[in-house]
């Protein structure tokens, strides 16, 4: 308890990672609702490991002399997201391109890009003679060392991305429902794809950055299939997949921090719980609702 | 006579240059109810998804004009498979798609969301009472009764559903029927349906189109269905 109120208190050492991480919680399921619904989930599997191999090849690029940007920890971090977000957009093109065209199998090609992106991110790594270490530690996220200046870019970002998911939530869920239907209201289906893309690409890319591969998919798939046995339209689908997110984040900080275990890794436990218990408070809510209704039932 | 709505003229129709109709050459004129027919494949969606826009006219000439000289306000009624279940919306949600048109920024902070309307449009297909169960736990005649609330629900001037009637039990289907002879009169809608088979909705066309071997015909409906067109047409027999 006295931990619990110690990491409450404003003046807690780690606040930035705190607030950050809750952030993100809330933020990603927002996004992430739509991999679901549009059966994109493996996206999330592949993008972040693109995101990763992006992050790895521009440092491996300053390794080998390209320093465009070297020198301080915040160019170096610039660094990062050019080569996050470049890799990430580009693979969103690539995928979106051939989802529009409709051929050949989608997984496979999730799946190449993933042990494509994969492989590649260990290759960038070992061909990358300085800063290794330094390195591995942004592929895995280290939000507990989060800096003021990146607590605050991040926190205006993912704002900026919660309110435009919210505000063009219709166009958002009519272009993904029923395409055709988009089209004879008028709707421009190629404008609000790439929109929800770009979102996609942000989320990811500063995602990964900020918490790891790991961490973004277990924040952009878990809550939103915690959430999806309970909502009822898509705005309590959004809502209640944010919190379930937020409490991800929370737990699994409160968890971390007390036993000294990795934030990510314990944050995705904690989702994959709610997931669980969703789970299960559902199936036990439809065998009460059946045995109502058999007792309901006239007697014949 | 009037303006026709719709004109295709000597009009080449398909997908990624490939010709699925050609030769395709009729008018729709205003409040008619038009019945696409043909088997399978034989090319009825390629001319419903060009009539609504979606896919462009390869060849020929292909205009359209609604009441304002501009393109008309299209309700679509798609097949009701096409729609992905995992999505967790009520009936009410789904008929609020047709009040999508416009991208309404102050009405939207305001909260106003054309409730009025949708409810209107519920009502009007007998399915007041499904407005808040999930879309997804619908039955097939009771899912085709929302659809036709959200086509109602863009205000349309040409009502086009593909397949209606399919899957669905002959009292639903009759009931149905009924249901888009009365829209037809009362709200003077032009209707284009798409059907692979006639029994049932005969009596309510005025104008069939018929697809087949990658040719289109139209007439009035008791041109084209006396048997000895039909077979001059299509050697096939009723």
């Known amino acids: ?300 | 006579m009037k303006e026709p709505l719709i004109k295709f003229k000597h009009a080449c129709l398909g997908y990624g240059g490939n010709p699925v109709l050609t030769g395709v050459d009729f008018e729709i004129q205003p409040q008619s109810f038009v019945g696409i027919l043909g088997h399978n494949g034989s090319g009825k969606t390629t001319l419903l998804k060009t009539l609504l826009g979606l896919i462009p006219c390869m060849k020929g000439q292909f205009t359209s004009h609604g009441a304002n000289l501009g393109l008309p306000r299209y309700g679509y009624v798609p097949q009701k498979e096409r729609l992905d279940p995992i999505y967790p919306l009520s009936a009410h949600d789904v008929v609020a798609m047709g009040t999508y048109r416009k991208l309404e920024f102050f009405p939207r902070l305001r909260g106003k969301d054309g409730r009025g309307l949708i409810e209107h449009c519920l009502a009007a297909c007998g399915a007041s009472h499904l407005g808040q169960k999930a879309y997804s736990d619908l039955s097939g005649g009771q899912k085709q009764r929302v659809l036709i609330a959200r086509a109602l629900a863009t205000e349309p001037e040409i009502l086009a559903l593909d397949e209606p009637l399919a899957g669905i039990d002959i009292t639903t289907q009759k009931a149905l029927l009924k249901l888009l002879k009365q829209f037809k009169e009362q709200r003077h809608l032009t209707i284009l349906m798409v059907s692979h088979r006639i029994q049932a909705e005969k009596g309510l066309f005025t104008h069939i189109v018929w697809c087949d071997e990658g040719q289109v015909v139209m007439g009035p409906v008791d041109e084209m269905l006396s048997h000895g067109r039909l077979s001059e047409i299509f050697k096939a027999e009723l």
């Open chain 1, 1 to 300: 308890m006295s931990q619990l109120l110690e990491i409450l208190k404003p003046g807690f050492l780690l606040h930035h990672a705190l607030y950050g991480s809750a952030v993100m919680g809330f933020v990603c399921p927002l996004v992430g609702v739509y991999f679901l619904l549009r059966r994109l989930v493996f996206w999330g599997v592949a993008l972040p490991q693109v995101s990763a191999a992006g992050i790895a090849c521009a440092f491996m690029l300053q390794g080998l002399g390209w320093s465009m940007l070297a020198g301080a920890e915040t160019q170096e971090k610039h660094l990062a997201i050019i080569g996050s977000v470049v890799f990430t957009g580009l693979s969103i093109l690539f995928l979106a391109v051939m989802e529009r065209r409709g051929k050949g199998v989608s997984e496979g090609r999730i799946g190449a890009l993933y042990a494509l992106a994969w492989a590649a991110s260990i290759l960038f790594v070992a061909w990358n003679a300085a800063g290794e270490t330094e390195m591995l530690g942004l592929l895995k996220g280290e939000i507990v060392a989060i800096s003021e200046n990146d607590f605050h870019a991040m926190l205006d970002i993912f704002g900026l991305i919660a309110v435009v998911m919210f505000f063009f939530q219709r166009e958002f869920l009519l272009v993904s429902y029923d395409r055709d239907m988009a089209v004879t209201l008028g709707r421009s289906v190629l404008v609000w794809d790439v929109l929800l893309y770009l979102i996609v690409g942000l989320t990811v890319s500063l995602g990964v950055m900020t918490v790891g591969p790991l961490v973004i998919f277990g924040f952009l798939v878990v809550p939103p299939m915690a959430a999806l046995p309970w909502a009822r339209g898509m705005m309590s689908f959004s809502i209640i997949a944010s919190l379930c997110g937020g409490a991800s984040a929370l737990g699994g900080f409160y968890v971390s921090y007390t036993k000294d275990l990795p934030l990510g890794p314990v944050a995705v436990c904690v989702a994959c719980g709610f997931l669980a218990l969703s789970w299960l408070a559902r199936a036990a809510w439809s065998r009460l609702k059946g045995r109502r209704a058999h007792t309901a039932l006239p007697a014949v």
